[in-house]
Nanobody, 122 residues
Framework: QGQLVESGGGLVQAGGSLRLSCAAS????????MGWFRQAPGKERELVAA???????VYTDSVKGRFTISRDNAKITVYLQMNSLKPEDTAVYYC????????????????WGQGTQVTVSS
């Protein structure tokens, strides 16, 4: 059984920064695509960013230029550096993983963390 454990969420003022971390264990996650989804109240879960095992990245348009996803395959950990945070970034952020390439569709991801709350105050 694979396991993903997120950390790093919290409360921050608009314009501030947070760094999320996700530690993976139990599977060959170093060969998996890994990413972050988020879900705000009353909204669908959406992809924020994802990274392939080789380091190729995808981002949703609203975070381009502000968020950076990265991974350390030796530690089997993926990071999401979030800068210039906005109130609309407020959501529960979920770490996720799937075989092969990153994907925008959450139903195609196989493993999920428990989620971490990010709240951006105005």
């Amino acid at each position: 059984q694979g396991q993903l454990v997120e950390s790093g969420g919290g409360l921050v003022q608009a314009g501030g920064s947070l760094r999320l971390s996700c530690a993976a264990s139990g599977r060959a996650f170093s060969t998996y695509a890994m990413g972050w989804f988020r879900q705000a109240p009353g909204k669908e879960r959406e992809l924020v960013a994802a990274v392939s095992s080789g380091g190729s990245t995808v981002y949703t348009d609203s975070v381009k230029g502000r968020f950076t996803i990265s991974r350390d395959n030796a530690k089997i950990t993926v990071y999401l550096q979030m800068n210039s945070l906005k109130p609309e970034d407020t959501a529960v952020y979920y770490c996720t993983a799937k075989r092969y390439s990153p994907d925008y569709v959450y139903g195609r991801y196989e493993y999920w963390g428990q989620g971490t709350q990010v709240t951006v105050s105005s």
